[in-house]
């Protein structure tokens, strides 16, 4: 029998005076008490805005004969995706012809039975008998959207939560129908609208996640995807869209991890082992990238972004072959796709056909591009005509590229001049004697089997680890943070880094030297061979380095400043974030510069074993170059390796558009605002540098 509207009313008073469980307590007694379904009703509607979906649909459950109560059931689980729940409550819906209760609920029948115009038909009569029909416009909507109407579905949408500002469906619904149109703004707006209405919808809070990570603010999709997965830890959806957060805010292991734990929950997801090979990709994991990438093609062969991400790592793993063939077969696909077309100008370009790639990338629209693939448009443009001597054109294309970069920064943004105050910082406690530089313990780890190849980015290293690669007798670590853990928990002494240095005694060095080598072990790399430690910019922490591991050795890469600084403008960072001088041409001639400075002052205090090389000589003489290396290394020149070693050099050969003229002649006008400091730089390393035209 019915409540007492008064009690009701009472309950609903105390619900928005914020007493939510007082509310609940008089209206679940009213509903069991009485057996009100209105009651019911309204306890629903009260967990609802209280997060607690569950908890709504127990109230209504004892209701499924009443009007109201099945159809905000029923609104609830087909919300949720739960759509045989939903049909068998549907069977509680009589179905006469004027009754447009019974028509929305034919039409859901219909809808997920795949019929769409039957859908939009049975919800065309219910309009028409109940034009303020709520769920009839939300379900008309549905269907006119997955017929791909998208404009009619949003304007349907719209129509329902006018008429039911509380319908939270339908505010999801909208959000997802806007995002899908590319309205990100509105999209979020209906979606964050419906999480209002009800708190725990985690499709909505899971769209509005996807949502803001479209609009680039990886952050806030985290908050919403960490949101879902407290409640539900095992949704794979709700992990690989916070993992794409988390690769996005520069936190590469902890993606891979939930990459990891979504393919654990689905094995076969194709997008989610695409998305792991990029990660990898990124991270110069090319063996298991690659595996990431066939994998995903395995499930999904008709992918063209698999095919040119799994083009890309080929052709950086020195495998021409596999990258023309991911090529051609991605185009066989989809001829226009941009991807596939900037590895193709890529492949055309390193065969020494800049003009074939200029071509291909000019039936290219860059500005129908999102912004990090325009950032690979325009640097890829920029070589190509670099190649082909148009300087000019060459160079404004990678300051647009640059542009974008620092635009899309992933991680925390820091000041362009961080890295040089950090560079003085270390001259500082070097001319204070770099106290601390010369410490001695008795049978510690001395690091003999180390040895760190530094220098300034774009001198050399990642030519150098080309060659090395896959010695049998070396373990190569790039562009892994094992040295900069260490140097971050030095950072945090008192004194703060590098003056902690001079504190230390030999138990904090035996804590550091455990955290490298633990460091290195997360790596992958087993104890029993010599390790190359490769990373960027590294070359100042060499003080360290001496501290903790005297017999450590350095192997430190040169080449001409101002062929440095143009290269490092010409190409993009992999980590930007860190690097956000390297955007402007002025940004990297200065911190190369205090990082030339560094090094000079650091050289009087190193003990360590040290092999300087020069990119020239690695260019001209590689096999010579590579020789020196592998005896400062202590490791043979194994025959097979070496066949393998020139195979990656004859792959990696760009063909220059002047061999005898340096190339950064070409870029002569351009480098002007920082030719005099670099060319005085140049002449203090030995290298010529032609009189002013």
């Known amino acids: 029998m019915p409540s007492d509207p008064h009690r009701i009313d009472h309950a609903l008073s105390l619900a928005d005076a914020g007493r939510h469980d007082e509310a609940d307590t008089l209206l679940a007694h009213l509903a069991r008490q009485d057996r009100d379904p209105m009651a019911a009703w309204h306890l629903a509607r009260v967990r609802l805005g209280q997060g607690n979906s569950d908890g709504a649909l127990a109230a209504l459950a004892d209701f499924p004969d009443d009007p109201l109560c099945n159809e905000r059931a029923r609104e609830l689980l087909v919300g949720q995706r739960r759509n045989d729940e939903a049909l068998a409550l549907l069977r509680h819906v009589p179905r006469q012809p004027a009754d447009p209760r019974g028509l929305v609920a034919t039409a859901i029948e219909r809808h997920v039975a795949g019929d769409?115009?039957?859908?939009?038909?049975?919800?065309?009569?219910?309009?028409?008998?109940?034009p303020a029909h709520a769920p009839?416009?939300?379900?008309?909507?549905?269907?006119?959207?997955?017929?791909?109407?998208?404009?009619?579905?949003?304007?349907?949408?719209?129509?329902?939560?006018a008429i039911d500002p509380g319908y939270p469906e339908a505010w999801h619904n909208l959000g997802h129908s806007l995002r899908a149109t590319g309205q990100l703004e509105r999209a979020a707006d209906a979606l964050q609208r419906a999480l209002r209405v009800a708190p725990g919808y985690r499709s909505a809070r899971q769209g509005l996640g996807a949502t803001l990570l479209a609009m680039d603010r990886p952050a806030d999709a985290l908050e919403a995807f960490d949101d879902v997965l407290r409640h539900d830890r095992d949704n794979a959806e709700a992990l690989l869209h916070s993992a794409l957060c988390l690769q996005s805010l520069a936190a590469p292991a902890k993606a891979r991890q939930r990459f990891e734990q979504a393919l654990a929950?689905?094995?076969?997801?194709?997008?989610?082992?695409?998305c792991l090979g990029i990660l990898l990709h990124e991270q110069h994991e090319l063996p298991?990238?690659?595996?990431?990438?066939?994998?995903?093609?395995?499930?999904?062969?008709s992918s063209p972004d698999a095919w040119a991400a799994l083009a890309a790592v080929?052709?950086?793993?020195?495998?021409?072959?596999?990258?023309?063939?991911?090529?051609?077969?991605?185009?066989?696909?989809?001829?226009?796709?941009?991807?596939?077309?900037?590895?193709?100008?890529?492949?055309?370009?390193?065969?020494?056909?800049p003009a074939a790639a200029l071509q291909r990338l000019g039936g290219i629209d860059a500005r129908r591009l999102p912004p990090r693939v325009r950032q690979r448009f325009h640097y890829e443009s920029g070589k190509s005509l670099d190649q082909a001597a148009a300087g000019d054109q060459a160079f404004d294309s990678f300051a647009q590229a640059n542009a974008l970069a620092e635009r899309e920064v992933r991680g925390p943004h820091r000041s362009p001049d961080a890295l040089v105050r950090e560079l003085a910082a270390i001259r500082h406690w070097l001319e204070q004697g770099a106290p601390g530089i010369d410490a001695t313990d008795a049978g510690a780890d001395q690091g003999a089997d180390l040895c760190f190849l530094v220098g300034f980015p774009r001198t050399g290293q990642f030519l150098l680890e080309r060659l090395l690669r896959d010695h049998p007798g070396l373990a190569i670590v790039q562009d892994k943070p094992t040295l900069e853990g260490v140097v971050g928990t030095v950072a945090g002494l008192p004194g703060a880094y590098p003056a902690a240095i001079?504190?230390?005694?030999?138990?904090?060095?035996?804590?550091?030297?455990?955290?490298?080598?633990?460091?290195?072990?997360?790596?992958?790399?087993?104890?029993?061979?010599?390790?190359?430690?490769i990373g960027p910019l590294r070359l100042a922490h060499a003080g360290l380095v001496q501290a903790l591991f005297p017999k450590a050795r350095l192997l430190v890469t040169h080449?001409?400043?101002?062929?440095?600084?143009?290269?490092?403008?010409?190409?993009?960072?992999?980590?930007?974030?860190?690097?956000?001088?390297?955007?402007?041409?002025?940004?990297?001639?200065?911190?190369?510069e205090a990082h030339a400075a560094t090094w000079q002052a650091l050289q009087p205090h190193l003990r360590l074993p040290v092999l300087e090389l020069?990119?020239?000589?690695?260019?001209?003489?590689?096999?010579?170059?590579?020789?020196?290396?592998?005896?400062?290394?202590g490791i043979g020149l194994d025959t097979d390796w070496q066949a393998q070693a020139r195979a990656r050099l004859e792959h990696g050969r760009r063909p220059p558009a002047d061999p005898v003229a340096p190339h950064w002649l070409r870029y002569r006008t351009r480098l002007a605002p920082v030719m005099a400091s670099l060319s005085a730089q140049a002449r203090r390393q030995g290298y010529d540098v032609p009189d002013p035209v």
């Not at 009569?125 to 109940?130: H, P, V």
């Not at 298991?288 to 499930?299: F, N, P």
């Not at 990258?323 to 991605?330: C, D, E, K, P, Q």
């Open 116 to 130: 769409f115009a039957g859908a939009v038909a049975a919800c065309r009569q219910a309009l028409a008998l109940a």
């Open 502 to 533: 001079a504190a230390l005694d030999a138990s904090d060095r035996a804590v550091l030297r455990r955290k490298y080598r633990l460091a290195l072990d997360r790596a992958g790399v087993a104890a029993g061979r010599p390790v190359l430690d």
């Open 265 to 274: 929950l689905e094995p076969d997801n194709a997008w989610a082992h695409y």
């Open 314 to 353: 080929a052709e950086e793993a020195g495998d021409p072959t596999q990258a023309a063939i991911a090529v051609n077969t991605g185009l066989t696909l989809s001829p226009h796709h941009a991807l596939l077309n900037l590895e193709a100008a890529r492949i055309e370009r390193r065969a020494g056909k």
């Open 136 to 161: 009839a416009h939300n379900h008309l909507a549905r269907a006119l959207h997955n017929l791909g109407h998208p404009q009619a579905a949003i304007a349907e949408f719209e129509r329902a939560v």
């Open 614 to 633: 020069r990119h020239e000589q690695l260019v001209a003489a590689p096999e010579d170059v590579l020789a020196t290396a592998c005896e400062f290394l």
């Open 288 to 301: 298991a990238a690659r595996a990431a990438l066939q994998r995903a093609l395995k499930l999904h062969a």
């Open 559 to 592: 080449r001409h400043p101002l062929d440095v600084v143009l290269r490092n403008f010409m190409e993009p960072q992999a980590t930007p974030a860190v690097f956000p001088a390297f955007q402007t041409l002025e940004g990297v001639a200065g911190l190369f």
